[in-house]
């Protein structure tokens, strides 16, 4: 199964991951998952990026992954997950 994830623009830190399935839209005032009627107020189409077909590491939790992107040609891209250096697992 693959995933989307909502991911910041300015700190490509992860911030959702939802079904690829799930229809998530971005408005210029939110994010909004119409699948499960979650509205998230600090996303929307101007600081936020969908990425769809990706998979996320297994201990997945928000905000404990970067999710980079590098372009190549066209419209060929890699991502790639990595740990987020600011997260601070909770005690």
Known sequence: MTYQTLVFNDSNVSAFIYDDDDEVVLTPDTAVNKAQK???TDMNETNT????????PED???SKYLFTVTWGNGNDYESTWSANPDWIEPE
């Open 38 to 40: 979650v509205i998230i």
């Open 49 to 56: 990026t969908i990425w769809t077909d990706t998979t996320p």
């Open 60 to 62: 997945w939790v928000n």
